[in-house]
């Protein structure tokens, strides 16, 4: 196997051909390694793999030729030293968290998190004597009064799951460095094309795969992303020993996700941007947040740390609940889900789906109303998108 030489491409033909190993048969396609092991051609260096004398695969829990390629593709992307591949984004971002603390630690985190990830630092960590103090993201007196003499990790995603609000990373990253922690970021909303917290101060970066990394609807992945000391010294051992792996044939078709993600990213964007524009001033919709347009409440952080807007507007329907019920029931070309990041539009109703484990007051304070919808844009025609939204919109 050979790995290809990696000069400094810009990052849409980085997304292409880094990190890809040839085998000896020159395939142009990222061979698809559907191993579980590996065999070696004698007892000594068998015994040299397991000792790390001898560089090399040695089990598909932790190492596998494909998931390496999906691994380094994104470190180039992303400007990471190291990487590594999980099944899921929620296994990342438990992994990423559990990796870095022990019990009698403390974390603090932003409220405005992805149902999941929010009962990873609210909940489960706690239970395993982390305790968590929840602050407004966008406040940033709350993260320096919440730091206590045991914080060791701040966590927060930036723009928010599903109102689309802006964290300040690098401010965030100043305030936790000069606390003595950790900042992790989950850039899902932002994918690594529009955002980079790693050159933003961030020491760790987590994404669900899932969602524009695949880009087509097919599979679930996790990724995390750091330097190699990070890695090694809080990510490595949790994920051999306890093995929430991704599969080779996940990482393959991630591969495969990867090559079309910038075009797919820049259409979708363009496309939720128009979507946006048309939505605004429309007189059934009450509220609209999208990161690309001026009129967002952080439109000078947006364009301190961001190349572009986002894939995703959201939107408050007139007449609550029952308003957004009928609206998404009166839509035709696109579909009502909880997933993003798909080359099919979606939508979701985040107070019945993502957010539902949250508390009414929780969600208010959050501005996740009974109205609100979240969608993601995909790569239909803009025209249709937007007929179907109008029409649809006159029944809410
Ligand atoms: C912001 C964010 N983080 C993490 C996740 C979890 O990803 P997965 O579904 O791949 O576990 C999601 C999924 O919706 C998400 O939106």
Redesign the pocket.
Known sequence: MSASAEPQYRPETRLIHAGTLRSQFGETSEALFLTQGFVYDSAEQCAARFTGEEPGYLYSRFSNPTVSMFEQRMCALEGAEAARAT???????TTALMGQLKAGDHIVAAKA?????RYVAEILLPRFGVPCTLVDGADLDQWRKAVQPNTKAFFL?SP??PTLDVVDIAEVAKIAHDAGATLTV?N??ATPLWQSPLTLGADCV??????HIDGQGRC???IILSTEKFIQDNIHQLLRQTGPSMSPFNAWLLLKGLETLAVRVERQTETAGKVADVLAGHPKITRLIYPGRADHPQAAIIRKQMKAGSTLVCFEVAGGKAGAFRFLNALKLLRIT???GDAKSLVTHPATT?HQRLTQPERDELGISDGIVRFSAGLEHPEDIIEDLSQALEKA
Not at 113 to 117: K, N, T
Not at 206 to 211: E, H
Request: with cysteine; hydrophobic share 40%; aromatic share 10%.
């Open positions: 099944a899921t984004g929620m296994a990342a971002v998190l992805f149902g999941s990830c995603e928010t799951n989950d899902v909303f987590v994404y669900s795969a899932t969602k679930l992945g996790g909880n997933n993003l993502t």
